[in-house]
Structures are given as C-alpha cells and as structure tokens.
C-alpha cells in the first residue's frame, strides 16, 4: 500500500515521464527560427507518444513493487504540470492558455488513460 506520501519510484517516474519528451524536444525545435520538425502537429503527436511510452515503462517499473492507486496519475499530473509551468510558461514565455489547450489535456489523457490500462491489466494476471 502506498503511504500518502509519494515515494521514490513515483517521483522518479513522473519526473522521468517529463525529461525525456523535454530532451527530445530540444532537437525537434529551432527557437530562433520558431520552426518545429517536422511540423507543429508532428512534433506535439511526438511528444505525446514519447510521453505516453515513458508513462507506461514507468507505471510498470512503479507496479513491480506496489499497487498503481489513483494518487500515481495525480501525482504525475501535478509534477509535470509544475515542471512545465516553470519552464515553458516562466522561462520559456509559452502563454499559459497555450499550454492549458494543449499540453495539460494531453498529460490528463496520458496519465490517467494508461493508468487505467495498467492497473487493469495487473488485476488480470
């Protein structure tokens, strides 16, 4: 059972679950030009796979050693949220409704979405 407060594995995995899609982005985007590869709508699906496959080796990585309960995906959303707000909206100047229609339904759908599928699956066998 997981303790209300979150633990290593969880911490690890949400943070890991907004590292890599960052670090990917970096070569998919060109600040000074503005332009993204292959295009915007490209790059977001990009992200958004990486993101969904980092939350799924995470989630099963979490589940090898305690149940996947409904504080996993909050705790996910809530510290990549902060981590993008941070980033791209105080460093990075991304407008914040800009990353409230994009970004933030992407992670909602992610996280809970696989968690769902895991968990799910884990009843099973």
Do not use: E, H
Request: hydrophobic letters at 60%; a positive charge.
């Amino acid at each position: 059972i997981m303790s209300a407060r979150p633990n290593v594995r969880v911490l690890a995995g949400a943070f890991l679950t907004w590292l890599v899609p960052l670090l990917v982005s970096f070569g998919l985007y060109n600040p000074k030009t503005g332009v993204y590869i292959p295009n915007y709508l490209g790059f977001k699906l990009i992200m958004a796979a990486l993101a969904a496959v980092a939350c799924l080796m995470t989630y099963r990585w979490i589940a090898q050693k305690q149940p996947l309960n409904a504080a996993v995906p909050a705790i996910y959303l809530a510290l990549n949220s902060v981590l993008d707000l941070i980033l791209l909206v105080a460093l990075f100047r991304m407008p914040l409704q800009s990353w409230l229609m994009t970004i933030f339904p992407i992670y909602v759908i992610v996280f809970f979405v696989i968690w769902l599928a895991v968990k799910t699956t884990a009843v099973r066998t």
